[in-house]
């Protein structure tokens, strides 16, 4: 087990400071590429067989970690979509909805236990393509994937349970749109419910992460699920809108940005669809004086760094008490420059690559801007591989309120740091925000916690932790979140109409 080395450095006013050396090493703990097998090219995956698309065309996939390219999938067009829709409409109707719910549940199962099987494999491509972490796709994005089928598979016969003299009905077929940064958990948190409670599915995977729902095909395949109830096409936004706007979908789950969230709801106002949308967040930390530091300064760090910032939830915005600023922010600069950014198939990196050229260049924008409002930045002094697409953890301190570091979402490995002096101004200041997906409280007392809980204007709020997530919970925002929540018994809810008996 390495050992990170320590060097003491003099400051200039004689005391004694410990810094961890950024010379430090681990050995190099690669994950092998060869436990995955990724095709050359891949087709739409449509009533259970794969069909080439009618568009013709296909783009490219990159590893953005070496800007290699790993493949080429399908760019689906509005005919691709209704082949798709097509199909999965005469799954429901044939097949599916009548399907005794506990044989629907034995599929589910399947799913799940197949995922938990090729966990290393998913694993692996989820890196490769998505740019994370292997320790973070192996050890949080595939079995928690795997955990939501299971999870739902055991509600699909027990509606009349969760629901209490309540007749529950499925909708029909789910159009899904996902986004990049967990595609496959993304994929899981979708299509877990929407097929346990006997609807069928045309899902989207994100542009730039297509593999693993890909993979999922593959493993929808081998569980043998009847051909059409799940559904699985890539493509970009046009592929999207075709899916929101074909009269034959009868509900929207959509995750992504608030803009594309903002275009589907017009696009199905005054029609009959049913809609959730997980849109962006920009959630605040909140450590109070009487907080264990240590802990949550490493709390923070998890909340923003980890996954690159590439989490909707993410802790973005820390308000820390006056009184212990000084502190938190020392410390907070000393870890940053532990953190271990570069090779996200290296089982040791902390941070990898940033999942497009495109969101790297947002990221960098955003830094810009935050300098330019006079905010002070400090970024780890880590070296980054010359190729790929990389980012220093960065922090900024003396930031205003009304700053766009601290009110617009940046979805990258970047944190603004603001202070406060009393409950009132933190409650005040953490709710002043457009966005309202998750927040953090670090406190040593539990009726803090639950007068912050009760005022904070956030679909999840985690106490003295930060981005712990179960498949028995609910999540989902307010305001620009979005609305709408997918996980636990309330992620069933969208998924059927019910009826009293
Ligand atoms: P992000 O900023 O996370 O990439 P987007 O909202 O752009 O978020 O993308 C999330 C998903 O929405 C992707 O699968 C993308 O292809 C899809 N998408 C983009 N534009 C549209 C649209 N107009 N209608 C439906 N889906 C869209």
Known sequence: MPVAKKKNTVKKNNTL??????????????ESKSAATINKQYDLFINGEWQKPVSKKYFNTINPATEEKLSEVADANAADVDKAVKAAKNAYEKVWKKMPAKERAKYVFRIARIIQER?????????????????????????TAANHFFYYAGWADKLEYAFPNRKTEPLGVAGQIIPWNFPLLMAAWKIAPAIATGNTVVLKSAETTPLTSLKLAEIIQEADLPPGVVNIITGAG????????????????????????????RAIAGTDKKATLEL????????????????????????????QGHVCCAGSRLYVQESVAKEV?????????????????????????????????IIHKYIGIG???????????????????????????NVAQSNRIAQEEIFGPVLAI???????????????SPYGLS?????????????????????????????????TSPFGGYKESGFGREGGLHGLLPYLNLQNI
């Open 17 to 30: 400071k410990l810094k961890f050396d950024t010379s430090w090493s681990y050995d190099p703990a690669p």
């Open 119 to 143: 966990a290393r494999e998913l694993a692996i491509i989820e890196t490769l393509d998505g740019g994370k972490p292997i320790k973070e796709s192996r050890d949080f994005d595939i079995p």
């Open 238 to 265: 046009s592929t999207g809108a075709a899916i929101v706007n074909h009269p034959d979908v009868n509900k929207i789950a959509f995750t992504g940005s608030t803009d594309v969230g903002k275009i589907i709801q």
């Open 280 to 307: 962006g967040g920009k959630a605040a930390n909140i450590i109070f004086e009487d907080a264990p530091i240590d802990q949550a300064v490493e709390g923070v760090i998890n909340g923003i760094f980890f996954n």
């Open 329 to 361: 922010i020392r410390k907070l600069k000393d870890r940053l420059e532990s953190l271990i950014v570069g090779d996200p198939m290296d089982k040791n990196t902390d941070i990898g690559a940033i999942n497009s050229k495109s969101q790297l260049d």
């Open 371 to 397: 300098k330019k409002e006079g905010a002070e930045m400090y970024e780890s002094s880590c070296r980054l591989p010359g190729k790929g697409f990389f980012c220093r953890p960065t922090l900024f301190t």
């Open 418 to 432: 603001l202070t406060f002096r009393t409950e009132d101004e933190v409650i005040e200041k953490a709710n002043n």
């Open 439 to 471: 927040a953090g409280v670090w406190t040593d007392k539990g009726s803090k916690i639950f007068n912050m809980t009760k005022r904070m204007r956030a679909g999840v709020v985690w106490a003295n932790t930060f981005n712990k997530f179960d498949p």
